[in-house]
C-alpha cells in the first residue's frame, strides 16, 4: 500500500508538473533596436518585452557623445543569473567631408631655421648654399670678385617693425635671413625676408621673397654697387633658385600617403594663416580630408572640436600636433578603404580562435573574419585615450544559418615614452546576436568568455595599425621635390599626449633635419 500511495504521488507531481511548466517558462531578454548606425544626436531607442520592462535595466555609462555610444539592456533571473544586450550607434556632431577643419598642425622650430652656425641639417644651411650658388662667378667693378658667403643666420620674425619696411605688409610674420657677401674689396650686408602668405581663398601658403643691402652710399659708383649685390635685382635672382621652395618644404602639410591597397591619405589647408612667434617657432594649421561612404553618407567621424596646443619646446626642430578629430579623421579613412579591416584578417582572430583545443574538442561554433561595422573612434579618458570600436562576425554551428555577432569593445591605451607601439589596456568585450536585422538576443556565453580571453588580440591588432600608420607617415620619409632646393628628411618620432576635459592633442616631435634633395 505504501509504494502505491509514493507511485500515486510521483504521478501525482508528474502531471502537475507537465500542466504547469509551460506557463512557468521565463521570458528571455531580446531588444528590438529602432536606431539608425549614425545619428546627429543619441537616438539608440530599444524595446524589450513587456513582461520584463519592468525587470530591465537600461546602461548608458558608454553613451556619451560624440563617438560610438553604447547602451546595455540587463535584466536579472532568479539565482542572480543576468543576461546582457548591448548595441552602439555612432553620435554626431560629425565632420564635414565638404569643409576640412583645422585639426593639425605643423611646427616648425627655431633649432631647424638655424643651430646658432647654420650647421648642417638647417634650412639657414640651405638659404647659405643658395646664396653661394647665385653668386659664385659674380664680379663687380672696383670691388672685385665674389669670395664668399658669411654670418648667415635665419630667424623667425613675428612682425615687421619700421626698420623692415622695405619687406612690405607681412602681418603673419616672416623669416628673416642675414648674411654677408664677402667681394674681394667691401663686404656687403644682406637681408633677405621670406614671407608666408595665405592665398585669397585660403587653399594654399605661397612664399613672398623680399631682399635688400644694407648700404647706403653718398658715391654714386658705390650706391650701384650696393643696388647690384642687392636690393630687388637679388630678390629677384633669388626668387629663381626657388629659396621660397625650400621655406615651403617644411612649412606645408605633410604629403598625400598612400595606403598599401590603393586609398592615398590627403592633408590639407584649412583656411588658417601660419602663426609665428619671434624667435621661437612657426606653426602652420592643417586638416585632415575625408570622404563619404556611398552605401551609409550619414557614417562620418566624430566632431570634438579644437585640442590643447602645448607650446613647443625650445629644443624642437620639428612636431606635429594631431587633435582628436585628426586622429578620428585618419581611423575614418583607414577604416573607409577597408584597410583596418585588412589589419584584422591579417591578425587571423578568427583563424586563431577556430584552431584552439577547447574550441575544436568542445565547441561546434566557428568564427568568420571581423569586420568592422563603423570607423573606430577614439576619445580622451583617464589619464589617455580610449579607442571604441564596433564589429560583426558571423557564427556558423554546424549545417545550421550562419549568425550574425555584434562584437563591441573600448580599450585605453597610451604611448610609452619614445614609442608609437600603444600600451594597452582593456576594459572589455561584448557580444550579442541578431535574431533578425533588428532584434539582438544574448547568445552563446562560452563564446563570450573565449572572445573576452582574445579581446586584446582584437584591439591589438587596431592600435598597431593606428601605430604603424604614424610610423609609415612620419618615420625615413624624405619629404620634398627635386626640383627644390632642400628635403625634408624624418628619421624618428617621440609621442606625447596633451589632455584636458574631454579633448586631447598627440604632440608628435619629429628627429628632422633639412638637406639639398638626394
Keep these: 500500500m505504501k509504494a502505491l500511495v509514493g507511485i500515486g504521488l510521483a504521478a501525482a507531481h508528474v502531471a502537475a508538473f507537465v500542466a504547469i511548466a509551460p506557463h512557468a517558462r521565463g521570458v528571455d531578454l531580446a531588444v528590438t533596436l529602432d536606431a539608425p548606425l549614425a545619428s546627429p544626436r543619441l537616438a539608440l531607442a530599444g524595446t524589450v518585452p513587456a513582461a520584463l520592462a519592468a525587470r530591465v535595466v537600461v546602461d548608458d555609462a558608454d553613451a556619451a557623445a560624440p563617438g560610438l555610444a553604447h547602451r546595455r539592456w540587463s535584466t536579472t533571473y532568479r539565482g542572480d543569473f543576468t543576461r546582457t544586450v548591448g548595441a552602439t550607434q555612432l553620435v554626431g556632431p560629425f565632420q564635414d567631408p565638404d569643409h576640412p577643419a583645422c585639426t593639425a598642425r605643423v611646427v616648425i622650430g627655431q633649432r631647424l631655421l638655424d643651430d646658432g652656425h647654420a650647421g648642417p641639417g638647417t634650412l639657414a644651411a640651405i638659404v647659405a648654399n643658395?646664396?653661394?650658388?647665385?653668386?659664385?662667378?659674380?664680379?663687380?667693378?672696383?670691388?672685385?670678385?665674389?669670395?664668399?658667403?658669411?654670418?648667415?643666420?635665419?630667424?623667425?620674425?613675428?612682425?615687421?617693425?619700421?626698420a623692415d619696411a622695405w619687406v612690405g605688409d607681412a602681418p603673419h610674420g616672416y623669416a628673416r635671413a642675414t648674411a654677408t657677401i664677402e667681394l674681394e674689396r667691401v663686404d656687403v650686408p644682406v637681408t633677405v625676408a621670406l614671407v608666408p602668405e595665405l592665398a585669397p581663398d585660403g587653399a594654399e601658403i605661397h612664399v613672398r621673397v623680399a631682399a635688400r643691402a644694407e648700404l647706403a652710399f653718398d658715391n654714386g659708383v658705390a650706391q650701384w654697387l650696393s643696388d647690384e649685390v642687392g636690393g630687388d635685382r637679388l630678390a629677384t635672382r633669388l626668387a629663381r633658385r626657388e629659396l621660397d621652395g625650400a621655406l615651403l618644404t617644411v612649412l606645408a602639410p605633410p604629403p598625400p600617403f598612400v595606403l598599401p591597397g590603393g586609398a592615398t591619405l590627403r592633408f590639407v589647408p584649412c583656411g588658417a594663416a601660419p602663426e609665428i612667434v619671434e624667435g621661437a617657432y612657426a606653426a602652420l594649421p592643417f586638416g585632415v580630408a575625408i570622404g563619404r561612404v556611398a552605401a551609409a553618407p550619414t557614417v562620418r567621424p566624430p566632431r570634438f572640436g579644437p585640442g590643447p596646443r602645448p607650446t613647443p619646446r625650445a629644443e624642437t626642430r620639428l612636431a606635429l600636433d594631431l587633435d582628436l578629430d585628426a586622429l578620428d579623421a585618419l581611423l575614418f579613412e583607414l577604416w573607409r578603404a577597408g584597410e583596418?579591416?585588412?589589419?584584422?584578417?591579417?591578425?587571423?582572430?578568427?583563424?586563431?580562435?577556430?584552431?584552439?583545443?577547447?574550441?575544436?574538442?568542445?565547441?561546434?561554433?566557428?568564427?568568420?573574419?571581423?569586420?568592422?561595422?563603423?570607423?573606430?573612434?577614439?576619445?580622451?579618458?583617464?589619464?589617455?585615450?580610449?579607442?571604441?570600436?564596433?564589429?560583426?562576425?558571423?557564427?556558423?554551428?554546424?549545417?545550421?544559418?550562419?549568425?550574425?555577432?555584434?562584437?563591441?569593445?573600448?580599450?585605453?591605451?597610451?604611448?610609452?615614452?619614445?614609442?608609437?607601439?600603444?600600451?594597452?589596456?582593456?576594459?572589455?568585450?561584448?557580444?550579442?546576436?541578431?535574431?533578425?536585422?533588428?532584434?539582438?538576443v544574448p547568445c552563446y556565453a562560452d563564446l563570450v568568455s573565449a572572445l573576452r580571453g582574445r579581446g586584446a588580440d582584437f584591439h591589438g591588432a587596431l592600435t598597431f595599425a593606428f601605430g604603424a600608420l604614424l610610423a609609415d607617415l612620419f618615420v625615413g620619409r624624405h619629404l620634398g621635390d627635386p626640383a627644390l632646393p632642400a628635403e625634408l628628411a624624418i628619421h624618428g618620432v617621440s609621442p606625447t599626449l596633451a589632455l584636458v576635459p574631454g579633448n586631447a592633442t598627440l604632440h608628435l616631435e619629429l628627429d628632422a633635419t633639412v638637406t639639398a634633395p638626394r
Design 130 to 162: 643658395e646664396l653661394d650658388a647665385e653668386l659664385r662667378g659674380t664680379s663687380v667693378v672696383a670691388a672685385g670678385d665674389y669670395r664668399r658667403v658669411s654670418h648667415v643666420a635665419l630667424r623667425w620674425a613675428a612682425r615687421a617693425g619700421e
Design 340 to 440: 583596418l579591416d585588412r589589419r584584422l584578417a591579417d591578425a587571423g582572430l578568427d583563424r586563431r580562435f577556430n584552431a584552439e583545443p577547447i574550441v575544436t574538442d568542445f565547441l561546434s561554433i566557428r568564427l568568420s573574419p571581423v569586420r568592422l561595422a563603423l570607423p573606430p573612434v577614439v576619445r580622451a579618458g583617464p589619464g589617455g585615450l580610449r579607442l571604441a570600436a564596433d564589429a560583426r562576425v558571423a557564427i556558423a554551428d554546424g549545417d545550421a544559418v550562419p549568425t550574425v555577432g555584434r562584437i563591441y569593445g573600448e580599450l585605453g591605451f597610451a604611448f610609452p615614452a619614445g614609442a608609437l607601439t600603444p600600451a594597452v589596456d582593456l576594459s572589455g568585450l561584448e557580444l550579442a546576436c541578431e535574431r533578425d536585422a533588428h532584434t539582438l
